[in-house]
């Protein structure tokens, strides 16, 4: 019976994935270079510091090569502009003896200069080869897009299948400080 289940979950998922890669399809709705752009005005919060760098000085100038180089790691996989959001998801190769990628959800707000209003990273997937990373993530996206609850896919929720890495029980998203923070950390 727990087989079967699963057979019937996995196969829910490809179709939804089927269907939402078409839908979402980033390359069919933006140009390589507003994808560029995209993740430039992100790169800062969804990448990872350069040495020497902190959250209160990852903006200065001398970083500007860094953050350049380290968002042509990421690819934008998926996109839609909704009434009130833009929404996005990007991947990156993660570190594994095989090739695995990460996704991650955004919900953004710019203003008509092209600069962040609002943004929240709304999940972060586990490391999957790239079919099971495509799959999850564009079933979590379109999730995302329509407002749907995330939760049951989060790590304390979703049992021995993998989908969200963050948030969970001790890591959320502070849209103020537009960072990961964990529940051991102490904000200032």
């Known amino acids: 019976m727990k087989i079967q289940l699963y057979v019937l979950m996995m196969t829910l998922?490809?179709?939804?994935s089927c269907n939402?890669?078409?839908?979402?399809n980033a390359d069919k709705q933006l140009g390589e270079k507003e994808q560029q752009q995209i993740m430039l005005s992100v790169i800062r919060y969804m990448?990872?510091?350069p040495k020497k760098g902190t959250h209160e000085n990852k903006f200065?100038?001398?970083f500007d090569e860094y953050y350049s180089k380290l968002a042509l790691d990421y690819t934008v996989e998926a996109y839609h502009k909704g009434s009130d959001f833009e929404y996005f998801m990007a991947s990156r190769i993660a570190p594994s003896l095989k090739v695995k990628k990460v996704a991650i959800g955004v919900k953004m707000i710019r203003n008509s200069n092209g600069e962040i209003e609002f943004y929240e990273e709304v999940f972060r997937t586990w490391?999957?080869?790239?079919?099971?990373m495509l799959e999850k993530g564009m079933?979590?996206?379109d999730l995302?897009?329509?407002g749907e609850d995330l939760s049951p896919y989060y790590p304390q929720n979703s049992g021995k299948e993998e989908y969200i890495e963050f948030p969970d029980q001790k890591v959320s998203y502070?849209?103020?400080?537009?960072r990961w923070v964990s529940s051991a950390e102490t904000i200032q």
Request: charged share 40%; hydrophobic share 30%.
């Open 127 to 132: 490391k999957f080869e790239e079919d099971e």
């Open 60 to 62: 200065e100038r001398q």
């Open 47 to 49: 990448g990872h510091l």
């Open 139 to 141: 079933m979590l996206f």
């Open 20 to 24: 939402t890669q078409g839908k979402y």
């Open 174 to 178: 502070d849209i103020e400080q537009r």
């Open 13 to 16: 998922c490809l179709l939804t």
């Open 144 to 146: 995302m897009v329509k």
